[in-house]
């Protein structure tokens, strides 16, 4: 509690003895004293708890790009402020003592309102060396975002144990949130679902050899998870790891970029040839007549032509061709005779 107050006592201390020096500026009278320095003590107290329990928050919802946009316009106006003060303070009388105040002010709002509103085209440009810096490095300060499908799928988590990720995994506050949502359904389906996703949450955190780290960063006004995980992704400029299909095409159409985990999978499938002799055990019938179904390691459905009476038996078959659609490779075959 006296930790607390501390901060909201000496706040209270600096502006009261602001407001009692601008009383004694305005007029030496005890009643401008008296009031300007109740006055300030009362700002100093409110400001000091608002900087101590709102401030933190607010600037954590706020976006990295802003809030860079904020400093490099702050910067800005503070050396042309610097370069300005000199020949205005030769101005007679009281010109001489309050242009360089209200230039800098004046030059602090108008370039920092510039650089938030064009943050996104001129942050970019200023940052383009730095950023050129990192990509060519081992890209370990490098992040991207795990979206709440990509938790609950687990594969992530795999692929991240076999060493070709790098960076840093970002698991927002608010995907956490919807996790725990799902693991409290009534639904016994959503509920395991939920529950999967937290026990994979942990396993990256005790196991990954890459940091994991919750964001807290948030956007006031935005419901959906999908649409606050694009603006995170916008704001940070780094990718989302997802095998939601709508998801991806939301954040594409925005330009951001997305690594999707189905997409990685079918490039890793073994490369299947026509004319390729296997070893096939068919599982079930086919939709034509007479067609055998079987399956390859990674799941890749074979269709066999003239299959069908070796159901729940293992033959050689001859890869005839393979078609690639949108759902994944078909591949046929024909019993070797």
Not at 112 to 126: E, H, T, Y
Not at 210 to 221: K, L, R, T
């Amino acid at each position: 509690m006296a930790g607390s107050i501390i901060p909201r006592f000496l706040g209270a201390i600096i502006f009261g003895l602001g407001g009692w020096g601008l009383g004694v500026f305005i007029d030496e009278g005890a009643l401008w004293v008296i009031l300007l320095t109740i006055c300030g003590v009362g700002i100093g107290f409110g400001l000091a708890h608002y900087l101590q329990y709102r401030m933190p928050g607010k600037i954590r919802q706020i976006p990295a790009q802003t809030l860079n946009a904020i400093l490099l316009g702050l910067t800005i106006a503070l050396v042309l402020s610097a370069i300005l003060a000199l020949p205005l303070s030769q101005l007679p009388d009281l010109w001489g003592s309050l242009s360089p105040v209200v230039v800098c002010l004046g030059l602090s709002y108008l370039i920092i309102s510039i650089m938030v509103i064009r943050s996104r085209d001129i942050v970019p440009l200023v940052g383009s060396a730095s950023s050129v810096a990192a990509r060519s490095g081992d890209g370990k300060d490098a992040k991207f975002i795990l979206d709440t499908n990509s938790i609950i799928d687990g594969r992530i988590a795999d692929v991240i144990q076999t060493g070709f990720v790098h960076g840093t995994m970002l698991i927002p506050k608010f995907v956490l949130d919807e996790l725990h949502y799902i693991a409290d359904s009534p639904d016994p389906l959503r509920r395991v679902r939920g529950r999967r996703g937290l026990d994979i949450l942990t396993k990256l955190q005790k196991e990954s050899d890459i940091p994991v780290q919750i964001s807290d960063a948030d956007f006031e006004g935005i419901r959906e998870v999908d649409t606050k995980l694009v603006e995170l992704a916008k704001a940070l400029r780094c990718p989302i790891v997802t095998n939601d299909v709508n998801l991806n095409r939301v954040a594409s159409l925005q330009g951001v970029r997305i690594l999707n985990i189905n997409e990685l999978v079918n490039a890793l499938k073994p490369v299947v040839l026509p004319g390729e002799e296997m070893r096939l055990r068919i599982v079930q019938e086919g939709k034509e007549h007479g067609q055998g179904i079987g399956f390859l390691d990674d799941g890749t459905m074979v269709v066999v032509e003239g299959g069908r009476r070796y159901i729940n038996s293992e033959i050689s078959v001859t890869i005839s061709r393979v078609l690639q659609t949108g759902a994944g490779r078909m591949i046929f075959a024909q019993p070797r005779s």
